[in-house]
């Protein structure tokens, strides 16, 4: 099972689809991308700033406008609480809040720290965000893979299987080292022994 969730962002459509036993949360003016695809979700919550009225829908989480947490991040923190460990997030990139962009960013992190994995998925992107820990992309003929790091230095950095290789690296947020790598037909595999890496996948 996985947790869908769909935020008041750009969205291009559905890269990975919903299935029976999934569970979707539409997280305020995500409401719209909802409909746009045919998707009806378990939960309707946010402050509904994003919306000029309240939808008429049975299972709706309003919460207030002044609060700690946005919209997509309690979204996020009620698919945890119901066990979710898998997260996919459109409508998260973009839009008019490049401050909601970089808050969803750094909710990939807060996944990756309560075991969890989440998907972040733009115009031809996706990110996904991993600590202390490895992860492997399937082979792809082409496309653009990029790492940074994440916070304090990340340490133990090695990447096998693509363009670029690199093993027990050291990157740091203060200069893009690992920015665009390249597929060439091999799986990518990224691993970092102690920090938090941002992975970012282009299609080309």
């Given amino acids: 099972m996985a947790c869908f969730i769909f935020g008041a962002g750009d969205f291009h459509g559905l890269q990975a689809i919903p299935r029976e036993g999934d569970y979707i949360i539409a997280a305020d003016g995500g409401w719209r991308w909802c409909q746009r695809v045919g998707v009806t979700p378990h939960l309707l919550l946010g402050d509904f700033d994003s919306l000029e009225q309240v939808p008429s829908f049975s299972n709706i989480l309003r919460v207030p406008v002044e609060k ?4 997509m991040m309690l979204a996020i923190k009620e698919g945890l609480r119901r066990g979710q460990r898998e997260f996919h ?4 990139l973009g839009g008019v809040r490049g401050d909601h962009t970089i808050a969803n960013l750094q909710a990939l992190l807060y996944l990756a720290s309560h075991e969890a994995r989440g998907w972040l998925y733009g115009s031809g992107e996706v990110y996904t965000a991993i600590r202390d820990s ?3 992309f399937p082979a792809r003929p082409e496309g653009t893979l990029s790492v940074f790091c994440f916070g304090a230095d990340a340490e133990g950095v090695t990447i096998r299987g ?16 690992g920015v665009s790598n390249h597929f060439i037909g091999a799986p990518i595999t990224v691993s970092v022994r102690s920090g938090s890496l941002l992975i970012g996948l282009l299609q080309k």
């Avoid at 997030?89 to 998260?92: H, K, P, S, T, V």
């Avoid at 693509?162 to 080292?177: I, K, M, R």
């Fill in 68 to 71: 700690d947490d946005t919209d």
């Fill in 89 to 92: 997030i459109y409508g998260g």
């Fill in 134 to 136: 490895s992860i492997t």
């Fill in 162 to 177: 693509g363009q670029y290789e690199v093993e027990d690296a050291v990157l740091t947020s203060d200069f893009p080292l």
